[in-house]
T-cell receptor
Framework: GAVVSQHPSWVICKSGTSVKIECRSL??????MFWYRQFPKQSLMLMAT?????????EQGVEKDKFLINHASLTLSTLTVTSAHPEDSSFYIC?????????????FGSGTQLSVL | GQSLEQPSEVTAVEGAIVQINCTYQ??????LSWYQQHDGGAPTFLSY??LDGLEETGRFSSFLSRSDSYGYLLLQELQMKDSASYFC??????????WGAGTKLIIKP
């Protein structure tokens, strides 16, 4: 099946620093990738939709200048949390849809646990 | 708007059968998906219903009734490894998924 690789798995950083999270589709082309945030014991909250070669579409309430998304190729999307603060600590997950695949079937990365001190 | 409701927690015994319900309200409907997520892990796709009826995949089955805006996930022959959170999801605009809050399945020996 399709594989989505997400790195790093976890990161601890100081307040004020920036953190970049990578999401790669390993064996398929992903024209669309989604970035989610998840708090403990809660559902997935969609942050933004990333389309290859164009600007990301952010959900209401998500600061686009704080959460920078780049989808430079059909296999790579990155999320950069700029000037991270403790309230940004969360589990971030990316997902992708196979270019040829069905909309209802998403493939997820393994997630990144971000802890901001 | 669009919303999904599912129980927050369900408890069952190993070897038994459990049903996780999901009701939805959507402005347009294109099918219901189910995902499984273990603690600390990523969601994995389980099943999809685009039309009414039952879809079976091994020990897991999913059912949809569009007239009732209702679906369920049925897990048979429960194993301890099935302890996880289960999410139902529907399609939103721009092809993203709208997620339910998730049901934590607790399995007791």
């Amino acid at each position: 099946g399709a594989v989505v690789s997400q790195h790093p798995s976890w990161v601890i950083c100081k307040s004020g620093t920036s953190v970049k999270i990578e999401c790669r589709s390993l064996d398929f082309q992903a024209t669309t990738m989604f970035w989610y945030r998840q708090f403990p014991k809660q559902s997935l909250m969609l942050m933004a939709t990333s389309n290859e070669g164009s600007k990301a579409t952010y959900e209401q309430g998500v600061e686009k200048d704080k959460f920078l998304i780049n989808h430079a190729s059909l296999t790579l999307s990155t999320l950069t949390v700029t000037s991270a603060h403790p309230e940004d600590s969360s589990f971030y997950i990316c997902s992708a849809r196979d270019r040829q695949g069905e909309w209802e079937k998403l493939f997820f990365g393994s997630g990144t646990q971000l802890s901001v001190l | 708007g669009q919303s999904l409701e599912q129980p927050s927690e369900v408890t069952a015994v190993e070897g038994a059968i459990v049903q996780i319900n999901c009701t939805y309200q959507t402005s347009g409907f294109y099918g219901l998906s189910w995902y499984q997520q273990h603690d600390g892990g990523a969601p994995t796709f389980l099943s999809y219903n685009g039309l009414d009826g039952l879809e079976e995949t091994g020990r897991f089955s999913s059912f949809l009734s569009r007239s009732d805006s209702y679906g369920y996930l049925l897990l048979q022959e429960l194993q301890m490894k099935d302890s996880a959170s289960y999410f139902c999801a529907v399609k939103g605009s721009n092809y993203q998924l709208i997620w339910g809050a998730g049901t934590k399945l607790i399995i007791k020996p």
